[in-house]
């Protein structure tokens, strides 16, 4: 696996709560994959406001179209990939 792809679309569960969960599993995980997320729902600007402050480098696209071209750029092979989901400015 190069990068991963998450779609949310948040209509019982709140956008900022899935995001919350995201950035505590990748924390958790210590993933060096690029993460492409793309939000829809309640609370969306919240929750890409959550994965912003959280300090580690989420890609967050508008639409299906976005995170899907988003998603292909980030698995491609980079010295410094600026997608990963680890510290900002962080490497493989």
């Not at 679309?9 to 919350?20: E, S």
């Not at 919240?46 to 899907?68: C, P, Y």
């Not at 292909?72 to 490497?91: E, I, M, R, T, Y």
Request: no cysteine; aromatic share 2%; net charge positive.
């Amino acid at each position: 696996m190069k990068a991963v792809l998450i779609n949310i679309f948040g209509g019982i569960l709140r956008v900022d709560t899935l995001a919350n969960g995201v950035v505590e599993a990748a924390r958790k995980t210590k993933i060096q994959l690029p993460i492409v997320l793309r939000l829809e729902g309640t609370n969306v600007d919240k929750g890409r406001e959550i994965l912003q402050a959280s300090g580690l480098n989420f890609i967050v696209a508008q639409t299906m179209k976005d995170a899907a071209e988003k998603v292909v750029a980030a698995a491609q092979p980079q010295q410094a990939n600026s997608g990963l989901a680890g510290p900002k400015g962080g490497k493989r």
